[in-house]
């Protein structure tokens, strides 16, 4: 895979989640924010060889921990590990079932996202609440019922995002170079 293409990808998909994606933001329904993050990951995910699909997952996860908007607590710190942590568990998800699902349909990018940002809240809602249990921690004070709303009404916004998203990186794998597999059942190059 070439670092440039996915820093270059980084960097438009934090961008269109920091700022951009506030322009799509649907204020008569509970200001639901698409993002495309998950998309880059699942494609990540589906074509990169494991080792390095984890590591460049983590590393996304870890900038997205880090951008402004996610993971800020009070007083301007950052907390690193929710969305690093869930963009792990959505990779290992994603590298059991990519030999099942027909990767080159943008139909299981789309879900797959979707599913991504249904996994990466969830894994943000434990830290949170792990960390809320914690007695120098002040209590958690958003969340619940409406929370749970939200995430599922981001989830499907950004499975609808990934459509279009998942179309131009589906029509740019040949600048990815991801390796193809080995073999006489190799289907793609």
Known sequence: MRAYVAIIATILALAFDSSFGGVLTLRSVGS????????????????????????????????????????????????????????????????????????????????????????????EALVLLIRGILPWTPEITSGGFSGLIKLFGTAIYSGLLAVPLGWCLLGTIGVWKFHSPTGRRATWR
């Open 32 to 123: 639901i924010t698409p993002l495309a993050m998950p998309c880059l990951l699942v494609f990540i995910a589906l074509f990169a060889p494991e080792t390095v699909a984890i590591l460049v997952t983590l590393l996304l996860g870890i900038l997205v921990d880090l951008s402004p908007g996610h993971g800020e607590l009070s007083g301007g710190a950052h907390l690193i590990g929710p969305h690093a942590l869930g963009f792990l568990i959505t990779t290992f998800l994603v590298l059991k079932i990519r030999n099942i699902v027909f990767r080159r349909r943008v139909l299981t990018i789309a879900s797959l996202a979707a599913i991504a940002v249904i996994i990466t809240g969830a894994t």
